[in-house]
């Protein structure tokens, strides 16, 4: 926990662009209008019809709180909002600490402090929002910021009453004297109250006093994302910026080796640059950007450019070549080991009469695919830079942006808006870098917007894999002995070689869960293979576990068949020495009424998962069952029941939401999502052949959300894992074929 800070910082929250969506009309002005010619101040969401969004003389209370003479309290958050219900997650437990009138607080993000800093997922201390670890990390942080203020205000306030401040209570944004009915509001003691010592140690409330945590309070960003005032990377203004539109080498290694017509197109009315720069972190010169007055004329000059490219090292790099190198990494005799536990290999290869199971999976490589592409604007000026957009790290991309210019981080500041989508994709700097390149050429500010072509073929994307999964059952048909091979490109391989060496040259992403295993397997051996493939990777969302539980579950629905047992059975018997995880299997299996009868042509599939947050910052158990039919041969989901134990519900409408959100965006991977290369080049380019899940294909999800004293876990990722085995088990109850290949197909 971090102490209250009072210091300052110069940078704004975010921007507004002015008459953003003008179809849309709101009957309340939740933002203050700019002047004209001017950046707004921060955007501030607010609860309370009374607060225009403008501060009136707001006192600083710590990082994290300010108050203004009427009582309005401002709270800061300083992890990014993109979906997950952080803006008015971490403000509840804030505010329920406080005593804050709820219907009173308005929530702004905040940065460039140490306390706004974490260490989250073994990351260096930094800024960032990631790991699903925002709640998790935070949650007691905000408790004792929360606390802090209260005691202090509550002393000023007792001041001013006249009495002792052990006599004196508070409630809803005000100090009350029980005895005698007075009561002063804590917009009237706040100057007072900042001149007092800040008690380290305040008292903090035990869970029966809280009033606001636990409960399903309306989400703070709602209202601006409904009437339009939200401000994302698209819709910043500001004054002078001039845009720019990218276009890079079709390969992932490629460059550029000239523009035939450069001096032509440069001729073009409203063109102001054309810029050849590169993509982070490779110096290669692949990124043509063309800097125009309008998004319109940039695209339509760069659409005109001729540039002749050259493929570089992936130039035979296609799916097949891919897919092969994977499975033969499957058959390698040399494969660092992750886990080893009893004698795994003497059971598997031993004599004698055994049920022996085994299969292979296969993963595609997938790509972010954020509802708004990446795109950024910075301003390079003689010694500072600036920058505003939706930028998921905002102490690495101080740090990159400096770097590039020679400017040390604390003359780089950086604003952040609505991330308009991420699934980490948006913490990378490489599209602001773009836009400081084009930015310092010209000598304005430049906004640049990577078009949804160019930021599906040229991303960082979760690797494909391969698993090979092979088991002796025992007694009963319990697993024995287990192997599990993994084989594909590793993610820390690209980002991460010096922890993957550490451990011996095995990377836990590709393995989660299964080096872990929570299944209790006497005799295992896990390990895994890298193969090196020139494609860029970075972290998304669920990141390995997408995969590698695909493999591991979709595995035991395969020994519960070949043992003759039921699927929830089977995994009951498997996590008979796990409490916490039983409780939730059990939970899922009565809410979806497993031990009745689905209905005619209706068929089930089970998946369990416990989510280790990276660094071992939380576990999250989860259970799936998912309930489908087929339809003229086409699988139509009808039913997703979720169990989930997420420790302490702070808000449980948040943890429902992630939870209908994660298994969308699971379905989407499940059925819809590959890349697919060839020469080296991405073939998929926008939503026509990298499509997303549609509405009328969501299946109906209920959520069961555990009670739990364990402190707050993760939940932005955890059902992920589980979704794909889940249909894959309900398919193969339908059709008795086993589907072992993300995507799965939707016609059986």
């Known amino acids: 926990m971090t102490p209250l800070q009072r210091n300052d910082s110069n940078e704004s929250s975010d921007v507004k662009s002015p008459q953003r969506r003008r179809l849309l009309k709101s009957a309340v002005a939740l933002l203050a209008i700019p002047a004209a010619g001017s950046l707004?101040?921060?955007?501030?969401?607010?609860?309370?019809?009374?607060?225009?969004?403008?501060?009136?003389?707001?006192?600083?209370?710590?990082?994290?709180?300010?108050?203004?003479?009427?009582?309005?309290?401002?709270?800061?958050?300083?992890?990014?909002?993109?979906?997950?219900?952080?803006?008015?997650?971490?403000?509840?437990?804030?505010?329920?600490e406080m005593d804050a009138d709820w219907e009173n607080i308005s929530v702004k993000f905040v940065t460039a402090r140490d306390a706004y800093r974490n260490d989250a997922g073994d990351e260096p201390l930094q800024q960032y929002t990631g790991a699903s670890m925002s709640m998790t990390y935070f949650f007691e942080r905000m408790r004792l910021a929360g606390a802090q203020a209260r005691d202090v205000l509550l002393r000023a306030g007792a001041q001013r009453l006249g009495v002792r401040s052990s006599?004196?209570?508070?409630?809803?944004?005000?100090?009350?004297?029980?005895?005698?009915?007075?009561?002063?509001?804590?917009?009237?003691?706040?100057?007072?109250?900042?001149?007092?010592?800040?008690?380290?140690?305040?008292?903090?409330?035990?869970?029966?006093?809280?009033?606001?945590?636990?409960?399903?309070?309306?989400?703070v960003d709602t209202p601006p994302k409904v009437d339009g005032s939200a401000v994302f990377g698209m819709d910043v203004e500001v004054p002078g910026m001039l845009i720019g539109a990218v276009r890079m080498a079709p390969s992932v290694t490629g460059s550029i080796v000239r523009i035939r017509n450069e001096a032509e197109i440069r001729k073009r009315e409203g063109v102001k640059a054309i810029v050849v720069t590169s993509l982070w972190p490779v110096p290669t010169r692949n990124t043509v950007i063309v800097v125009a007055n309008s998004y319109w004329t940039?695209?339509?000059?760069?659409?005109?450019?001729?540039?002749?490219?050259?493929?570089?090292?992936?130039?035979?790099?296609?799916?097949?070549?891919?897919?092969?190198?994977?499975?033969?990494?499957?058959?390698?005799?040399?494969?660092p080991v992750a886990r080893r536990i009893g004698n795994p290999e003497e059971i598997l290869n031993g004599p004698g009469k055994r049920v022996v199971v085994s299969a292979d999976y296969h993963t595609p490589y997938v790509a972010h695919a954020t509802m708004e592409p990446v795109v950024a604007t910075v301003d390079v000026r003689e010694g500072e830079i600036e920058a505003w957009g939706p930028f998921q790290g905002q102490d690495f991309l101080r740090g990159e942006l400096g770097k590039a210019f020679g400017l040390p981080p604390d003359k780089v500041t950086v604003h952040t808006v609505y991330l308009g989508g991420s699934f980490g994709r948006k913490y990378l700097p490489d599209f602001a870098l773009h836009a400081a390149a084009a930015s310092k050429a010209v000598g304005k500010p430049v906004k640049v917007i990577r078009s949804r072509e160019d930021d599906t073929r040229h991303s960082y994307y979760r690797p494909g894999a391969a698993g090979r999964f092979r088991a002796v059952l025992g007694d009963g048909g319990m697993p024995l002995a287990l192997h599990a091979r993994i084989s594909g490109q590793s993610l820390y391989g690209v980002i991460k070689q010096d922890k993957m060496a550490a451990v011996g040259g095995w990377d836990e992403t590709m393995v989660e869960s299964i080096y872990d295993l929570i299944y209790r397997v006497p005799h295992l051996l896990v390990d895994a293979v890298d193969v090196k493939q020139p494609i860029p990777l970075s972290f998304l969302r669920s990141v390995g576990s997408t995969s590698s539980v695909f493999?591991?579950?979709?595995?035991?629905?395969?020994?519960?068949?070949?043992?003759?047992?039921?699927?929830?059975?089977?995994?009951?018997?498997?996590?008979?020495?796990?409490?916490?995880?039983?409780?939730?299997?059990?939970?899922?299996?009565?809410?979806?009424?497993?031990?009745?009868e689905a209905g005619p042509g209706v068929f089930r599939g089970m998946a369990f998962n416990v989510y280790t947050g990276r660094g071992e910052g939380f576990q999250t158990y989860v259970a799936l069952v998912i309930e489908l039919e087929v339809v003229q041969g086409r699988v139509k989901l009808k039913r997703a029941v979720c169990g989930v134990d997420a420790g302490r519900a702070v808000n449980p409408g948040l943890i429902k939401a992630n939870m209908e959100g994660g298994i969308g965006f699971a379905l989407t991977n499940t059925f819809k999502s590959e890349l697919t290369f060839d020469k080296g080049a991405i073939r998929q380019s926008s939503f026509h052949d990298y499509p997303l899940l549609q509405l009328a294909e969501m299946p109906n999800v209920e959520v069961t959300i555990l009670e739990s004293d364990r402190p707050p876990q993760g939940c932005g990722e955890v059902v992920l894992g589980p979704t794909a085995p889940a249909v894959a088990s309900a398919m193969f109850h339908a059709t008795g074929t086993r589907f072992r290949s993300m995507p799965l197909p939707q016609s059986v």
């Open 40 to 96: 707004a101040i921060p955007v501030v969401y607010s609860l309370s019809e009374k607060h225009s969004g403008t501060p009136a003389a707001e006192v600083e209370v710590s990082d994290w709180i300010w108050i203004e003479p009427s009582g309005h309290t401002i709270i800061g958050v300083s992890q990014c909002e993109f979906g997950q219900g952080i803006y008015t997650g971490l403000p509840q437990v804030l505010a329920d």
């Open 167 to 219: 006599q004196c209570t508070t409630r809803t944004g005000r100090v009350i004297h029980p005895a005698t009915g007075r009561s002063i509001g804590y917009g009237e003691v706040v100057a007072d109250a900042i001149k007092l010592r800040i008690n380290p140690h305040p008292r903090m409330k035990v869970p029966s006093e809280h009033s606001l945590i636990g409960k399903n309070l309306r989400r």
């Open 298 to 335: 940039a695209k339509q000059a760069l659409d005109a450019l001729d540039i002749e490219f050259d493929a570089g090292a992936a130039r035979n790099t296609s799916s097949d070549l891919i897919r092969k190198q994977f499975v033969e990494g499957l058959d390698s005799k040399d494969a």
């Open 551 to 596: 493999f591991l579950e979709s595995f035991v629905s395969e020994l519960a068949h070949a043992a003759g047992a039921d699927d929830y059975q089977y995994r009951r018997k498997l996590l008979a020495e796990q409490p916490l995880a039983l409780r939730v299997l059990d939970a899922t299996a009565k809410a979806a009424q497993w031990e009745r």
